[in-house]
């Protein structure tokens, strides 16, 4: 018998005539965490797609060994029912069904009669959440109620509903706030008491070094190697990943800050669903031109409802006061933020950044798209060259601007969000944690556009949960906590991410 739970032998898997996977071997113990690491559009979610069935055997080729038998599975039912889970990087739940009845879809529980049975689904849809330290989500609730990490933290919990042997994490912690990555990583070193196995995804190479026992290295599709980590290290990952040194990790360069070009007042927004609670708080700022507002806070602090307050696509009751160099302005709808020269790349690109249904280049032109009318009909040559120069800039990866803007992966789909946002030529850019899902050499491109912006004098609002990029980047950082302003730094080196814990969990006043 071998040693191995999983090998995976030469894997190769084309999408018309290009090869994403190249040759990928991969091997996996009973118990042992696997990192699997990469730039983006390297081939880790097709990996782990072809592992798991969502590409069925016989639409690649190569040898699926599992628990030392030939695995020939044509749906992912097949796979899962092997013990193989996969949680995947884009989210997949059905927003209108509430928590309870997502984390068991396909699984519900029923009584005898037949007819669902929600008490017992919710009770133990509750207890998972609890093990991810998340008692506090209403499992009885329609999942479009909740955003952001708790999203995330409901796929996993809905993994570890199913007997897995092996889980596949793909980017879990890229939607979450430290303390549930802290708890996420602690769960995953648990999962070898029982013995579970996992293949875990991340750009975030402090985690790979924090959990795994082996990483594996592909790039461009070419498979690198497989090394336990303790005979490497991060900067070797990344030489591995890369095929060069990185050097500097954030380009800060000095700009000029002018007049206040930004000016909120007195954001509030109140719960959708539950309208006595407030989200966002009586939040106030100002952004001056050319600079760099980071805006930090704990996951679920109400940095997302406020952006979308901003940018006049927030569903509940709520009100603000927004000046645009010095004028008061209407913001209702997202059209009247763009006319106003207010762009925002949302946090959640799957639900309002991408258009999937059109294709890569007709995404990146979709808010300037008169720009390129000539006489009612669309200059398509100039839109080409456009969408061209983008890609390049951008460094998107794709074989044809004309494919499905969901054939990209995930860090170029993020990519090209961003590239969207920023043909309009905004006076101010919203930036809803701009380089998720995005690798170290992806991220760097990703901040020197935002200095080339702030050089160019717009007033750039970043909200990150990642602290060492809010502190690498920001001119100011404003610190949310619970709906409200606890903090506005000037980030002038002695700025720490300690600071802007303290400050994010720092009550101002009293509940009333
Ligand atoms: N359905 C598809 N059709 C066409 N091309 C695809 C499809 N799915 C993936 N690809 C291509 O395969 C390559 C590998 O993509 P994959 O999503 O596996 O990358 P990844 O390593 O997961 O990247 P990221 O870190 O950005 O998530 C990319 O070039 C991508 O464009
Ligand atoms: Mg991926």
Same mark, same amino acid.
């Given at each position: 018998?071998?040693?191995?739970?999983?090998?995976?032998?030469?894997?190769?898997?084309?999408?018309?005539?290009?090869?994403?996977?190249?040759? =990928?071997?991969?091997?996996?113990? !009973?118990?042992?965490?696997?990192?699997?690491?990469?730039?983006? +559009?390297?081939?880790?979610?097709?990996?782990?797609?072809?592992?798991?069935?969502? &590409?069925?055997?016989?639409?690649?080729?190569? %040898?699926?060994?599992?628990?030392?038998?030939?695995?020939?599975?044509?749906?992912?039912?097949?796979?899962?029912?092997?013990?193989?889970?996969?949680?995947?990087?884009?989210?997949?739940? *059905?927003?209108?069904?509430?928590?309870?009845?997502?984390?068991?879809?396909?699984?519900?529980?029923?009584?005898?009669?037949?007819?669902?049975?929600? %008490?017992?689904?919710?009770?133990?849809?509750?207890?998972?959440?609890?093990?991810?330290?998340?008692? &506090?989500?209403?499992?009885?609730?329609?999942?479009?109620?909740?955003? +952001?990490? /708790?999203?995330?933290?409901?796929?996993?919990?809905?993994?570890?509903?199913?007997?897995?042997?092996?889980?596949?994490?793909?980017?879990?912690?890229?939607?979450?706030?430290?303390?549930?990555?802290?708890?996420?990583?602690?769960?995953?070193?648990?999962?070898?008491?029982?013995?579970?196995?996992?293949?875990?995804?991340?750009?975030?190479?402090?985690?790979?070094?924090?959990?795994?026992?082996?990483?594996?290295? /592909?790039?461009?599709?070419?498979?690198?190697?497989?090394? !336990?980590?303790?005979?490497?290290?991060?900067?070797?990952? /990344?030489?591995?990943?890369?095929?060069?040194?990185?050097?500097?990790?954030?380009?800060?360069?000095? &700009?000029?800050? +002018?007049? *206040?070009?930004?000016?909120?007042?007195?954001?509030?927004?109140?719960?959708?669903?539950?309208?006595?609670?407030?989200?966002?708080?009586?939040?106030?700022?100002?952004?001056?031109?050319?600079?760099?507002?980071?805006?930090?806070?704990?996951?679920?602090?109400?940095?997302?409802?406020?952006?979308?307050?901003?940018? +006049?696509?927030?569903?509940?009751?709520?009100?603000?006061?927004?000046?645009?160099?010095?004028?008061?302005?209407?913001?209702?709808?997202?059209?009247?933020?763009?006319? &106003?020269? /207010?762009?925002?790349?949302?946090?959640?690109?799957?639900?309002?950044?991408?258009?999937?249904?059109?294709?890569?280049?007709?995404?990146?032109?979709?808010?300037?798209?008169?720009?390129?009318?000539?006489?009612?009909?669309?200059?398509?040559?100039?839109?080409?060259?456009?969408?061209?120069?983008?890609?390049?800039?951008?460094?998107?990866?794709?074989?044809?601007?004309?494919?499905?803007?969901?054939?990209?992966?995930?860090?170029?789909?993020?990519?090209?969000?961003?590239?969207?946002?920023?043909?309009?030529?905004?006076?101010?850019?919203?930036?809803?944690?701009?380089?998720?899902?995005?690798?170290?050499?992806?991220?760097?491109?990703?901040?020197?556009?935002?200095?080339?912006?702030?050089?160019?004098? =717009?007033?750039?609002?970043?909200?990150?949960?990642?602290?060492?990029?809010?502190?690498?980047?920001?001119?100011?950082?404003?610190?949310?906590?619970?709906?409200?302003?606890?903090?506005?730094?000037?980030?002038?080196?002695?700025?720490?991410?300690?600071?802007?814990?303290?400050?994010?969990?720092?009550?101002?006043?009293?509940?009333?």
């Amino acid at each position: 018998m071998s040693d191995y739970l999983l090998e995976m032998k030469t894997i190769v898997k084309e999408f018309s005539g290009v090869k994403a996977l190249d040759g =990928i071997d991969l091997k996996v113990r !009973p118990g042992e965490v696997v990192g699997l690491c990469g730039e983006n +559009g390297a081939g880790k979610s097709t990996l782990m797609k072809v592992l798991s069935a969502v &590409h069925p055997h016989g639409t690649w080729s190569g %040898e699926i060994i599992w628990e030392g038998q030939p695995l020939e599975a044509r749906t992912i039912r097949r796979t899962e029912r092997a013990g193989i889970v996969i949680v995947h990087q884009e989210l997949m739940l *059905v927003p209108e069904l509430s928590v309870a009845e997502n984390i068991f879809l396909g699984r519900e529980v029923a009584s005898r009669g037949g007819v669902l049975d929600y %008490e017992a689904m919710n009770a133990k849809a509750s207890r998972l959440m609890a093990d991810l330290k998340m008692s &506090h989500v209403n499992v009885a609730l329609p999942v479009s109620h909740y955003s +952001g990490g /708790i999203l995330q933290l409901i796929e996993i919990a809905k993994a570890l509903g199913k007997n897995a042997k092996l889980l596949i994490l793909d980017e879990p912690t890229s939607a979450l706030s430290q303390s549930e990555t802290r708890t996420l990583l602690d769960l995953v070193r648990g999962l070898k008491d029982r013995n579970i196995a996992c293949v875990y995804i991340s750009h975030k190479l402090e985690e790979i070094e924090a959990i795994c026992d082996t990483v594996a290295v /592909i790039r461009d599709g070419q498979f690198i190697g497989q090394a !336990p980590m303790a005979a490497l290290t991060v900067d070797k990952i /990344i030489h591995m990943m890369v095929g060069r040194e990185l050097k500097e990790k954030y380009p800060r360069e000095p &700009h000029a800050i +002018g007049e *206040v070009v930004f000016d909120v007042r007195h954001v509030t927004c109140h719960d959708p669903i539950n309208p006595d609670k407030k989200k966002v708080d009586d939040v106030s700022f100002t952004v001056r031109a050319g600079e760099i507002l980071g805006i930090a806070g704990l996951v679920g602090a109400g940095r997302t409802e406020m952006a979308s307050a901003l940018f +006049g696509h927030y569903k509940g009751p709520h009100s603000v006061d927004i000046h645009l160099d010095g004028r008061r302005i209407e913001v209702k709808t997202p059209q009247d933020a763009v006319s &106003h020269g /207010i762009c925002m790349v949302p946090e959640d690109r799957k639900r309002h950044g991408i258009v999937p249904l059109l294709g890569i280049g007709q995404n990146i032109t979709l808010a300037v798209l008169p720009r390129f009318a000539r006489f009612g009909l669309i200059d398509e040559a100039a839109e080409f060259s456009v969408i061209g120069h983008e890609i390049d800039a951008m460094s998107i990866k794709t074989a044809s601007p004309l494919l499905a803007i969901t054939s990209l992966s995930g860090g170029n789909q993020q990519k090209a969000v961003v590239a969207k946002m920023l043909l309009p030529k905004p006076r101010v850019l919203i930036l809803d944690e701009p380089t998720r899902g995005v690798d170290v050499g992806a991220k760097y491109e990703i901040y020197k556009l935002i200095y080339g912006l702030a050089k160019d004098g =717009i007033a750039i609002v970043m909200m990150s949960s990642e602290l060492p990029e809010v502190l690498g980047i920001s001119d100011r950082v404003l610190v949310i906590g619970d709906g409200e302003v606890r903090g506005d730094f000037v980030n002038d080196g002695t700025l720490t991410q300690e600071k802007i814990l303290t400050a994010a969990l720092t009550k101002r006043r009293q509940a009333a």
